[in-house]
């Protein structure tokens, strides 16, 4: 999948994913995607949440050999 942005957060622990992926939608428009890795396990539903708190949308996740990849769209 395609990403605008890619943000690599894996060896941090919650709640720095969410912080990090906060200020990088910052820096995105709207309708641009962000890509994120992140290998804390609680940051699944973390994003989820918060991505749905926001207006955006998570289009996509998966996990890779203990990396968790998601993909969310800027509302």
């Known amino acids: 999948m395609n990403s605008d942005k890619v943000l690599d957060a894996k060896g941090l622990a919650c709640p720095m994913p969410i912080v ?4 990088a939608m910052t820096e995105l ?3 641009q995607v962000l890509e994120i890795h992140a290998t804390d396990k609680g940051a699944k539903s973390d994003l989820a949440a918060w ?3 926001g207006g955006h949308e998570l289009v996509s996740d998966t996990e890779e050999n203990g990396v968790l990849k998601f ?4 509302g």
């Open 20 to 23: 990090r992926t906060k200020k």
């Open 29 to 31: 428009e709207s309708g």
């Open 51 to 53: 991505t749905k708190s």
């Open 71 to 74: 993909w969310i769209k800027k």
